[in-house]
């Protein structure tokens, strides 16, 4: 049975957020990100795929699989190189549990807006065992398929919450939770008593951390760079591979 | 004077490698990259730029200098949102010198592809003070305009090499120089001994480090994962940005 027309119409208009709300639906790629999402604790609503793909994946039954040709992954891949797979994924609805923060090391973004980079961060994150992320309402959609697609499978496995962080940090300013914040002002990060719970909160690509969340940064740290370099700044996905590295190797 | 079609013509068709080697020049666009291109040691050729950009930035006389309107700027650039300037610039001829290796740490790619991890690992560089990068023939162009764009100016300060590495690994191999490679079966990058000088190789995104050359690797390092994670491996820029942190930070 070929894909319909509303199918292809579906998936195409998941490119854009505003349809990806109305519909609660999100796609992912490429054989590795969809065997892996059919596994997680996503809902997965249906896999277009190759003979190949089914042939090599058993996949519950629960899940509606339609077997399409390369031609129609074409149609409707949001890839240059479309491989083998695409899923389509129900949005879930997440809230940010504040007991979280009593128990893990959590990243928090301030407007990160480029799809590789919150992708990036997500599978850095799962690599140093890190398994929540807060971004502003401002920041890229998770559900961007540049972000899933630069995740490369750890969305699957990290949650990414938005939610508005001034309030958060009001909310928890009672609680003693440090706060790190990568600030260019801040303190040489190999000189600090790192702890392996709290936020540790990056800022936008440009602007850095903005003056409404540095109030509430309760220990402000930085990476030395060079003597003499010429650089402003460290991109914020390399930076923050570099803080989560340093503090998962405190903590072992 | 309006810019003329056959200009226009030639700069977007620099979008193209075979062009910009038969041309032998490359693009660097808006105002902090322009701004720093013109005082490096490359050649600019010409400078087209809105009105603006010439008030606030003095350029050399040898320098073309074309005003533009915004409409035209749009017409040349290879941004969705072009920024004031862009400059054409003499690709430089290039030829690694193996004496660097006995004052310098060197970054090596093995046929880096992503031109958004290549200017991501230039400008990673540039913060850690290296200033030399080789990569093998297959890798991505760094005169590619992506990768110019995402140094953030770093292009300017970090000289990229393209060579032979398995016979740059040949012809230095009797000469005690370490070469670090960044391997999943390596050791913890944490219980090594590093040291200033030498080479660090990194892999192609997907496959890693050629055998060719891991078998010239002296010291196989690992950026240690936290234990039970699923991600199979790091970004390349993001592990090159976690290795050039923690050689710099034995250092210091």
Redesign the interface.
Known sequence: MPISKNKIKLIRSLANKKNREEEGLFVAEGTKIVS?IVDSNFEVVSVFAVADFFQKHKISDKIEQIEISETELKQISFLTTPNQALALVRIPKREFDINILNSYLVLAYDDIQDP?NLG?VI??A?????KHIICTQNSVDVFNSKVVQAT???IS?VEVFYTDLEKLFVQISNQNIEIYGTLLNGNNI?NENLTSKGIILFGNESKGISPKLEKFVTKKIK??????????S??V??????VC??F??IK?
Request: proline share 3%; net charge negative; aromatic share 8%.
């Open positions: 892996e590789g990036s599978r850095t799962e690599w140093f065992g890190i490369m499978g750890a496995r190999y990476i030395p760079e060079a003597n003499g370099n010429k650089t402003e460290l991109n996905s390399i930076a923050s591979g570099i590295a340093e998962s190797r072992n």
